[in-house]
C-alpha cells in the first residue's frame, strides 16, 4: 500500500469542511420544541415523555412502551423484569457494540456468543441452536445495521427450548420481516435514540411489549423502584405519594430528550428515505471497486438502512483506509471490533481469537462510511470521490 502522502493532490475536504460521521439532522421543530420545554418548567420525565411512548408504541404496532435513558437500560431492564440473573446464560452474537454483552453481565447472568453470517453479519440460528443448554433463558438477536435477523428461525428455536427473545433493535427502528416489525417478535424489544442512530434524542431508548405486567415493571425499576413518577407526583392534579417497592434505577428518559424525539419520529420515514437513497448511490458508485459492499436487503423485509458497512480486508489494509479517509476529511465507523476479542471479555470469559471465525472476518475487514439524512448531494459525492481514491490506492 502507498504511503498516505503518495495519494497525491489536495485532499477532498479541507480541515475547517471535516465530514463528521453519523452527524444528525436536527431541524427547528426540534429546536422549539425543546425551548418550550424549558419555559413550561417540565424539564424531567413528564408529558413529553409519555406523549414519545405513545407515539413510538402505534409506530411500531405494540400495546406498551417505555421510555428510558438508553438501549442499554431497555436491554439490562428486559431482562431484570424477566427474572434473568446469576446462573443463567443468554445468547448473543459477538458482532454487536459492547452494551449488548454488559447488559446481561449487569443481570449478573452469563453471556454466550454465537457466531454470525458472513454475508448478513447477523447471528446464526444453528450457532444459537448449538449453545443452548440448561441453563439458556434468553436469546437477544442483535439486527445489525438495521437488516432483520432470520426471526422465525430463532423464534422457533425459541419455542422449542422455552426461551425468551429480547430484541436488541438499536440499528432497527424502521425494519421489517416478512410483513411485521422489529421489535414485535420477542417478549421484549429495545431501541436507540443516541446521537448516531435514526431517531436521535442524544441519548435515549426505548422499550415495546405486548406484556402490561413486563412493561409496568420496567417502568418501575426504571425509575428508583417508586410508584410514580415526577409527572405524576406534582402535576395540577396534586400532589401523589409514592413508594419505593424495588430497589430500582435511575434510567428514566427527560422531556428535553423526548422533546426532540417526537418531531424525529414524526420525520422517520422522510429520513428513511433518504438514506435509501444515498444506499443505492453509493452501490451504484461503488459496484467496480475491489471490495464487498452490503448484500440486498432479503425479499419481503424492510432494511433500516441504518449502518453502510464496506469490507476491504485484511486487517491491515483496513486500518490503512481508515486513516487515508481521515486524510481525505471524511469521518467513518468501525462496526464492530468482534466483542470477544475486547480485553476484559477475554480475561472475564477466556474468550479468545478463533472462537468466532466470521465474525472475527468482519470485524478485521468491515468499515462504516458517513449515511444521515442530514448529508447533502455535495457530502454524498465527497464520500465517493474519497472512497474510490482511497480503495483503488489501497490494493495497489
Not at 405494540?62 to 428510558?68: G, M, N, W
Not at 446464560?89 to 446481561?104: D, G
Request: net charge negative; glycine share 8%.
Amino acid at each position: 500500500m502507498p504511503n498516505l502522502a503518495q495519494l497525491g493532490g489536495t485532499p477532498v475536504r479541507s480541515n475547517d469542511r471535516f465530514l463528521v460521521y453519523g452527524a444528525p439532522l436536527i431541524e427547528e421543530a426540534e429546536i422549539a420544541e425543546v425551548t418550550a420545554c424549558l419555559r413550561a418548567g417540565w424539564i424531567g420525565t413528564g408529558p413529553r415523555v409519555h406523549q414519545f411512548e405513545n407515539d413510538f408504541r402505534r409506530y411500531k404496532g405494540a400495546k406498551y412502551s417505555a421510555a428510558l435513558n438508553s438501549c442499554t437500560a431497555g436491554l439490562h431492564l428486559a431482562m431484570f423484569a424477566c427474572g434473568i440473573g446469576p446462573g443463567d446464560e443468554v445468547i448473543t452474537t459477538p458482532m454487536t457494540f459492547c452494551a449488548t454483552v454488559n447488559a446481561i453481565i449487569h443481570c449478573g447472568a452469563t453471556p454466550v456468543l454465537a457466531d454470525c453470517d458472513l454475508t448478513t453479519m447477523n447471528v446464526l440460528p444453528e450457532e444459537i441452536e448449538r449453545k443452548i443448554t440448561a441453563r439458556t433463558k434468553a436469546i437477544i438477536p442483535v439486527h445489525f445495521a438495521g437488516r432483520c435477523c432470520d426471526m422465525e428461525a430463532i423464534v422457533s428455536l425459541a419455542r422449542r427450548y422455552d426461551l425468551l427473545v429480547i430484541e436488541d433493535c438499536a440499528h432497527a427502528i424502521e425494519s421489517e420481516y416478512r410483513g411485521k416489525k422489529a421489535g414485535t417478535f420477542g417478549d421484549i424489544g429495545c431501541f436507540s435514540f443516541y446521537v448516531t442512530k435514526n431517531v436521535v434524542t442524544g441519548e435515549g431508548g426505548m422499550v415495546i411489549t405486548d406484556d402490561e405486567r413486563l412493561v409496568g415493571r420496567i417502568k418501575t425499576l426504571g425509575l428508583h423502584g417508586m410508584t410514580k413518577d415526577a409527572w405524576s407526583r406534582f402535576s395540577d392534579a396534586g400532589y401523589k405519594h409514592y413508594q419505593v417497592i424495588h430497589a430500582g434505577y435511575k434510567y428514566n428518559m427527560t422531556d428535553m430528550q423526548a422533546a426532540m424525539g417526537i418531531h424525529q419520529l414524526a420525520r422517520v420515514e422522510k429520513s428513511w428515505e433518504r438514506r435509501a437513497a444515498i444506499w443505492s448511490r453509493y452501490n451504484e458508485a461503488f459496484a467496480d471497486l475491489p471490495c464487498v459492499i452490503p448484500a440486498d436487503p432479503e425479499p419481503d423485509t424492510r432494511h433500516a438502512f441504518h449502518l453502510y458497512t464496506v469490507r476491504i480486508g485484511p486487517a491491515t489494509k483496513r486500518d490503512w483506509v481508515l486513516e487515508a479517509m481521515t486524510c481525505e476529511g471524511i469521518g467513518i465507523g468501525v462496526h464492530y471490533v468482534p466483542v470477544h476479542l475486547h480485553p476484559f471479555y477475554r480475561k472475564t470469559f477466556g474468550w479468545k481469537e478463533g472462537d468466532f471465525p466470521n465474525a472475527e472476518q468482519i470485524g478485521q475487514s468491515t468499515l462504516s462510511l458517513p449515511l444521515s439524512p442530514a448529508l447533502s448531494e455535495e457530502d454524498v459525492e465527497d464520500v465517493i470521490t474519497a472512497f474510490r481514491k482511497v480503495a483503488v490506492a489501497a490494493v495497489q
